[in-house]
């Protein structure tokens, strides 16, 4: 049988991209729950050192987001497999590099190394994943990558806090990421195929389809094998509908950086313990995760535009009502808020992206999407610092984040238009 589209048809290879992208969450969780406590316990950074912290994460962004723009292109040049592997070989120093580290600048080299990590093989999961499913499942694709990715991170948390325990934050990391690290590798090496074939039979009966049949809107001012600047122009200006989908994902990142330096922060000077923080910060986490494997199926049914919108509202919502009331059972209540806005945005906003990009260039505009959405890392970071700087509390930085996630929605609400190709095809217009 030759290569065909589908979820089912693919089985096999499309589970073994969903564990590829459960590894991916891994990878990040390591270092997103232990390090921390790494920071101070053995390197002496400072408890209070906000700006010190939020320059952690505008490095992590910027070096993330620049390297989901190279996933993208390079994996058009050499295939999806290839780029995969080098984001797993890139990943192989990260735990030796805690475990040996002498000081603080070695984390920092390798949280860069994890950007790299990040930007090559979660592009990978997905973009391998768009090219074997049908256009008509892109919304359930994409939900369950990105509830694989997030659910191995939330599980990664739990499993290293417990090896930590057990046999010391250095060693426990050290066992957890190279065996993370080793298997992903093995299992790319021996089981995960390139689906670059696949995207190019897309495109080539793309070009044959009969025009009674439904086809997407994909962007027309644009050349049929365009350049890297080509669609970079595309979808940040030059196409409204692509360039109000990037913005938006540019600014929901900052809800991401605002619960990783700053939700403990608030919570901790709300005089509540750590174990609880955790819980609070879990809730997100966990809602986010886990109402993907929903969020991304109800889009293929009714639509990206909508849930893109109003879960911009919803998670701005979430952030806004942290600071309206107190107690451990409302800040999880809001946590669960902007978990489940961000669940309905997340896999929305990609899916909507790869809805309008034609096959020959959708690795690289997914990639460029990518880049602006993880670039929200570093200027929602960075924005999160100036605003607690200047006026003194945290607070502000929450107000910074609302106000941000209320306006990029509505921009999305006017600019953006429903991708959906069998709601809104080429043929209605």
Not at 92 to 119: D, K, M
Not at 207 to 236: C, D, G
Not at 335 to 364: E, T
Not at 385 to 414: E, K, P, Q, Y
Request: glycine letters at 10%; one cysteine or more.
């Amino acid at each position: 049988m030759g290569m065909q589209h589908g979820i089912r048809v693919n089985l096999d290879q499309f589970l073994h991209q969903l564990l590829q992208v459960m590894l991916v969450g891994f990878t990040i969780g390591m270092m997103r729950t232990v390090v921390p406590a790494l920071s101070e316990s053995e390197f002496g950074v400072p408890k209070n050192s906000f700006m010190l912290l939020t320059a952690f994460v505008v490095a992590f962004g910027l070096v993330k987001g620049t390297l989901n723009f190279v996933a993208g292109r390079l994996s058009e040049r050499i295939g999806r497999k290839k780029v995969l592997l080098l984001g797993w070989a890139a990943a192989l120093p990260i735990p030796l590099l805690i475990y040996f580290a002498p000081s603080w600048s070695w984390i920092v080299a390798a949280t860069v190394l994890l950007g790299i990590n990040q930007g090559l093989t979660w592009s990978m999961t997905q973009t391998s994943k768009l090219d074997i499913t049908r256009a008509d499942q892109r919304g359930l694709t994409i939900g369950l990558n990105e509830f694989s990715g997030y659910i191995g991170l939330a599980l990664a948390g739990i499993i290293t806090a417990y090896l930590a325990t057990m046999l010391g934050p250095r060693s426990g990391l050290l066992l957890f990421g190279m065996t993370t690290v080793l298997l992903a590798m093995l299992l790319t090496l021996l089981w995960v195929k390139d689906t670059l074939p696949w995207a190019k039979l897309e495109a080539a009966k793309h070009a044959t389809t009969p025009s009674t049949t439904i086809k997407p809107r994909y962007s027309t001012n644009i050349s049929a094998q365009p350049t890297t600047w080509e669609v970079f122009t595309l979808m940040s200006w030059r196409d409204k509908r692509l360039a109000a989908i990037s913005q938006a994902g540019l600014v929901e990142k900052f809800v991401d950086a605002l619960v990783w330096v700053f939700y403990p922060v608030f919570l901790f000077q709300q005089c509540l313990s750590l174990p609880d923080i955790g819980w609070v910060v879990g809730v997100y986490g966990f809602v986010w995760g886990g109402s993907q494997f929903f969020t991304g199926k109800l889009s293929d049914h009714i639509g990206r535009h909508k849930p893109n919108v109003w879960g911009m509202w919803i998670c701005g919502a979430g952030v806004a009502m942290m600071l309206l009331q107190e107690g451990m059972a409302w800040w999880s209540l809001s946590a669960a808020v902007s978990g489940f806005g961000m669940a309905l945005l997340y896999p929305n906003l990609s899916a909507a992206v790869a809805d309008i990009s034609h096959p020959n260039w959708r690795g690289s505009a997914i990639g460029i999407y990518r880049f602006w959405r993880d670039l929200g890392y570093g200027i929602g970071a960075l924005g999160l610092g100036i605003a607690a700087h200047f006026s003194g509390s945290v607070t502000a930085a929450f107000w910074f984040v609302a106000i941000s996630m209320f306006l990029s929605g509505g921009i999305l609400g006017v600019f953006g238009e429903e991708t959906h190709p069998k709601i809104n095809s080429s043929n209605d217009h």
